[in-house]
């Protein structure tokens, strides 16, 4: 495959395939389980039973693992959510769902005919 193949695998870092458990724990609800499909150095491929909400960046931990991983949405398709694994430090809430009014954003509805301002 050329470079401009838009086809092409662009990971800095091999992926391992896996079917191992991961959950997600978020500031006010209950801790998100997952299935990891693939991971790597660099990320992984989390999937879901059903499509869920989740905050841009959040903490995940894995099933018979004694780490946290601090994550960032990179893709999301349906139930499969790619993240990359960034520094804990820079996850909003260490793993708390999104804080103030970038929540209050999320999960207020807008009224018909106003902008977002």
């Given at each position: 495959?050329?470079?401009?193949?838009?086809?092409?695998?662009?990971?800095?870092?091999?992926?391992?395939?896996?079917?191992?458990?991961?959950?997600?724990?978020?500031?006010?609800?209950?801790?998100?389980?997952?299935?990891?499909?693939?991971?790597?150095?660099?990320?992984?491929?989390?999937?879901?039973?059903?499509?869920?909400?989740?905050?841009?960046?959040?903490?995940?931990?894995?099933?018979?693992?004694?780490?946290?991983y601090?994550?960032?949405?990179?893709?999301?398709?349906?139930?499969r959510?790619?993240?990359?694994?960034?520094?804990?430090?820079?996850?909003?809430?260490?793993?708390?769902?999104p804080?103030?009014?970038?929540?209050?954003?999320?999960?207020?509805?807008?009224?018909?005919g106003?902008?977002?301002?």
């Amino acid at each position: 495959m050329s470079l401009n193949d838009p086809h092409a695998d662009r990971r800095q870092f091999g992926r391992r395939h896996t079917h191992v458990t991961g959950r997600i724990k978020l500031a006010g609800r209950a801790a998100l389980t997952c299935i990891i499909r693939n991971i790597s150095d660099g990320g992984a491929m989390l999937v879901f039973d059903r499509p869920e909400c989740l905050p841009f960046g959040f903490l995940l931990t894995i099933e018979g693992e004694d780490k946290t991983y601090g994550c960032e949405i990179r893709h999301h398709f349906g139930e499969r959510v790619g993240v990359a694994f960034v520094d804990i430090s820079v996850i909003h809430g260490a793993g708390a769902a999104p804080g103030g009014s970038e929540l209050a954003s999320w999960s207020k509805p807008k009224a018909p005919g106003r902008s977002g301002r």
